[in-house]
């Protein structure tokens, strides 16, 4: 699919082809979704119907855990105009080092990789937060997604049906970048 979509949007997508029931469930928002010409009423659409396809699962994720929230989060143009219209609060030093770092491929320290909407352990933009950040939900204690853990598991919830939402979106909004180049432009 597109670059910095996280590998959960691929299978989704690939699982499309050969599963008719997802198959169907993204023609249908394909369709839904490009019926709303408006950009942010659209974006907001998508938003609740993966939310909603997500109330049901058993995630262990609470607030406060964010160890999801290192590594690089890609998204569409139309999500980062919504975020920025939300006037969100960022460190401009750690974006300043990750646009370096994304853009010659130089080594950062872990805490440095951090979105740079988080600050002591919250989402700055939560209600504006990319699809991809929505997606992310395990089923195992929190804390084993921390990267320092070398010995516990991390057991991923599946997903896949909010999954295809984003898919549907994304196919739609093909223009996808990284946080950090997204707010430069």
């Given amino acids: 699919m597109y670059r910095f979509l996280p590998q959960i949007i691929h299978n989704a997508q690939v699982e499309c082809r050969t599963n008719d029931e997802l198959k169907k469930r993204l023609v249908f928002y394909l369709k839904s979704i490009s019926m709303i010409s408006d950009p942010e009423k659209r ?8 939310d909603k396809t997500l109330e049901s699962i058993d995630s262990s994720c609470e607030k406060g855990c964010h160890f ?9 143009k139309s999500e980062m105009r919504s975020i920025k219209e939300f006037s ?25 990789k951090k979105c740079v909407f988080l600050d002591n352990g919250q989402c700055g933009v939560y209600a504006k ?6 997606l992310a939900h395990v089923k195992s204690d929190p804390a084993n997604c921390q ?35 997204s707010l430069t432009q």
């Fill in 147 to 181: 990267l320092s853990n070398q010995s516990q598991n991390i057991e991923q919830l599946s997903v896949q049906t909010a999954a295809v939402i984003a898919v549907a979106f994304y196919q739609l909004n093909p223009e996808v970048e990284l946080i950090p180049i």
């Fill in 43 to 50: 974006l907001e659409f998508v938003r609740e119907e993966i």
């Fill in 88 to 112: 969100p609060r960022f460190s401009q030093a750690r974006l300043e080092q990750q646009i370096d770092f994304y853009a010659n491929n130089i080594a950062i320290e872990y805490e440095q």
């Fill in 68 to 76: 999801c929230c290192y590594h690089p989060i890609g998204l569409a």
């Fill in 129 to 134: 937060r990319p699809l991809v950040c929505r």
